[in-house]
């Protein structure tokens, strides 16, 4: 690392270990919280890389990072940079890890199929698939266990239609991506994702001239064309297809919260049409993963909060607790139906804002909406604290949601 010094002229913040336990409920990270108190920028070790990085917790903060060509992705996967994570293979064409003008080029095949007129278009046929689960739901009767019913399969079904994979091969392409977004081990989410990435690559080979809409076929001829390489729309391909997750663990720490405060879930009934905000304070609100995602590195040195961040330096930044700034969300931890405005920030910011952000606010939508309203009297069938929760993962949410109606 370079030598430490600060514009102040102070010592730099202490490096603080963060060992990211597990965490039950929707309880915020304290070790997080006691690095937003300690400053704007903190220094962090994580269990798994090497050495230790900057911590950016403020929003103005973040927002700048994330927006800054001074801070690269790229430059991350040559290094062996503090993380959560135990393995640390980036494949190539991955969205996550490109810098500009690579980040453009690789996003352009896909960005057809997540924009709001696609999603659009996407509403009904959504819609169907949501009723036909929660019929089959409301055909057994209560209890029942929202997580394995609806909040897994329904994201699932979703973007294999998006994606356009065959109604033959659904049960195996839901079967592998279940198993890698499992907690069951690093060995059997490895058997599924060679599974997955082997189909993902006849299904693009497949499409080199498929006139479709869907994702595989827009990569098959991006490949074709000579836009990306095969390699890359394999593993653009990937994170979409397994990019569900992220809703099943959202939704389901959502309807936790509604489930849980009586006062919140009334508001949810009593005004259906205001149900947009509402669903905005809890993207908000949600502490949506466990520590930190994707470092950066600074390609020169960049003055920050009062401190200098040298070239060559990993900096991570925290959506959510930039999402708790104090001096943007007035009372923080608090869940105000009303907050406005509410510029949170859940999604992320900057070139690697989220790609399936207006999928994933359709699908929430058509959860929330579909649930509540033909699940009047929906609730927990287990005290609160006794719902499971998953451990040892990126993204927090319940194992299991059982409810009565
Ligand atoms: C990236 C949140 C759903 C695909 C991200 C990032 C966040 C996020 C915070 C990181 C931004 C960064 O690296 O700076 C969420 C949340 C979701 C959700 C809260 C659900 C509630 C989805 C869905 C898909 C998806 C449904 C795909 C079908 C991706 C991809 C990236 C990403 C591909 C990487 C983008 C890039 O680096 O350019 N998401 N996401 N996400 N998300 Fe999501």
Redesign the pocket.
């Known amino acids: 690392m370079t030598e430490e010094t600060t514009l102040t002229g102070q010592a730099p913040p202490p490096v603080r270990d963060w060992s990211t336990p597990d965490l039950d409920g929707t309880e915020f990270d304290p070790v997080l919280a006691g690095l937003m108190r300690e400053g704007p920028l903190t220094r962090i070790r994580l269990p798994f890389g090497e050495g230790w990085a900057w911590l950016a917790t403020r929003h103005d903060d973040v927002k700048l990072i ?1 927006n800054d060509p001074r801070f690269s ?1 790229t430059e991350v996967t040559h290094r062996q940079v503090t993380r959560m994570a135990p393995n640390f293979a980036p494949r190539p064409g ?5 810098d500009q003008p690579d ?1 453009n080029r690789l ?1 352009k095949p896909v960005a057809g199929a ?1 924009t709001v007129s696609a999603m659009k278009r996407l509403r009904p046929r959504a819609q169907a698939l949501l009723d036909a689960l929660v019929d089959g739901v409301v055909q057994d009767g209560p209890p029942a266990d929202l997580v394995e019913r609806v909040l897994e399969p329904f ?1 699932l079904c979703v ?1 294999s239609e ?1 994606m356009g994979v065959p109604a033959a091969d659904r049960g195996q392409v839901h079967a592998w991506t279940r198993e890698i977004i499992s907690t069951n081990g690093v060995e059997a989410a490895g058997r599924a994702k060679d599974g997955l990435y082997g189909w993902i690559t006849q299904a693009v080979r497949a499409r080199a001239a498929s006139p479709a809409e869907d994702v595989y076929s827009m990569l098959g001829t991006a490949v074709a064309r000579g836009e990306i390489r095969e390699e890359e729309a394999v593993g653009l391909a990937g ?3 397994i ?2 997750e ?2 099943t663990h ?2 389901g720490q959502m309807l936790y919260l509604l489930l849980t405060r009586p006062e919140l879930m009334e508001r949810m009934r009593a005004r259906p049409e205001a149900r947009g905000p509402v669903l905005d304070e809890l ?1 908000r609100w949600i502490p ?2 466990s520590s930190v ?2 470092a950066r590195i600074a390609l020169e040195d960049v003055e920050i909060a009062g401190h200098r961040i040298a070239a060559g330096e990993p900096v991570y ?1 925290s ?1 959510l607790a930039a999402n708790r700034d104090p001096a943007v969300f007035p009372d923080p931890d608090r869940i105000d139906p009303d907050r406005d405005p509410n510029p949170h ?13 207006v ?3 359709l ?2 939508e058509l959860l929330i909406d579909t649930l509540l309203d033909r699940l009047p009297g929906l609730r927990l069938a287990v005290p609160p604290e006794q719902v499971l929760w998953r451990h040892r993962t990126m993204i927090r949410g319940p194992r299991t949601l059982p409810v009565t109606w």
């Open positions: 994330t992705r991955s969205l996550a890890w490109a980040h996003r997540f994201p973007v998006v994170p979409l297809q990019g569900g992220a809703v959202n939704c993207f949506h993963r995602g994707l930044v959506y920030v859940a999604f992320g910011n900057g070139p690697h804002f989220c790609t399936g952000t999928l994933a606010r699908q929430t």
